[in-house]
């Protein structure tokens, strides 16, 4: 069943403007971008730095408005929303950010920001709000005493895993995670996979999984969209863009994967997959 629909998605960003403030000069970020992304399933979007990626799940998520396009979330076009509409329905979508301290404000608890979202959207009392957050808390590796810290005594990995629990907060259909793991330490980046993908399978949440690094994709996604200049090039299930890749831009990216992570195929999972890339050195 499909969650999100993307159809002809197009965005381009002002370079140059001439003394009159008008625009004399565009960089085409998104040119023309369609995608499906299933209940439950996870879709990455893959390529270099530039190609476009970010600026696809800021527009997914309305974050940016597209010049063209249409995106339709369990069968609601987004573009027809009111205000009050678009804003209600941003509890169904959430984005994880590759740097998880820039995400989270620092003079809030822990525990207040996870329990933040269901103030704003929910209304719930506060001790509901705080039982609640604190059980997302423990249910990604935090324990109680945790929510009474701030996130500059936090490390990456827990950061990222109290931005996961605050995307959680609220159940969404879908999450935009930007290079999740891509900050991360290398020997944390299994384990907040696994932990992403265990919290997949409990929330049934969509993941659009947006990434420059080939081998954690094909350890966690179900189907593969690759972009190069704006544009999707090529689009398959993961095995068959790894397997059998068509375009010379996709067969390029795949040979430019480190030779260790190759000879480890079939990947069985995030955790043999850092492993992986641990033994690799990077
Ligand atoms: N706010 C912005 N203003 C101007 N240009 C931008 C802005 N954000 C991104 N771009 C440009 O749009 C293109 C796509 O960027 P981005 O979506 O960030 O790519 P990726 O996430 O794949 O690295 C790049 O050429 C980038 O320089
Ligand atoms: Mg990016």
């Known amino acids: ?18 003394v009159f403030g008008r625009a004399t000069d565009r960089v ?29 799940g800021r527009l997914i998520l309305r974050l940016i408005e597209p010049h063209q396009g249409r995106i339709l979330l369990d069968g609601v076009d987004l573009r027809a929303l009111s205000r009050s509409q678009l804003r209600a329905s941003r509890r169904h979508m959430q984005m994880i950010f590759q740097d998880p301290f820039s995400s989270l404000d620092p003079r809030m608890t822990i525990g207040e920001s996870v329990a933040e979202p269901m103030l704003l959207h929910l209304g719930l009392p506060k001790a509901e709000r705080k039982e609640r957050a604190g059980a997302l808390l423990r249910r990604v590796g935090l324990d109680e005493t945790y929510a009474d810290r701030l996130p500059a005594g936090l490390s990456g990995g827990q950061l990222q895993r109290v931005a996961i ?6 159940n969404p259909k879908i999450i935009v995670c930007d290079e999740p ?25 969509s993941y ?19 972009m190069s200049k704006g544009r999707i090039v090529e689009t398959g299930p993961t095995e068959q863009i790894f397997g059998a890749p068509v375009d010379d831009y996709t067969i390029e990216l795949i040979r430019a994967i480190p030779r260790l992570a190759h000879a480890l195929t079939p990947v069985s999972g995030a955790f043999a997959e850092g492993r992986a890339r641990h033994a690799v050195g990077e």
């Open 1 to 18: 069943m499909t969650m999100l629909e993307v159809e002809g998605l197009t965005k381009s960003y002002v370079r140059r403007r001439d």
């Open 28 to 56: 085409d970020a998104v040119s023309g971008v369609s995608l499906m992304l299933g209940r439950g399933e996870t879709l990455a979007i893959v390529g270099e730095s530039g190609a476009g990626k970010s600026t696809v």
């Open 165 to 170: 629990a605050r995307a959680l907060t609220l």
């Open 181 to 205: 793991v891509a900050a991360l330490d290398v020997s944390v980046r299994a384990q907040v996979l696994n932990l992403m993908a265990e919290l997949q399978e409990e929330f049934g949440v």
């Open 208 to 226: 659009l999984f947006i990434s420059h690094d080939l081998s954690i994709v094909r350890a966690i996604s179900d189907r593969v969209a690759v």
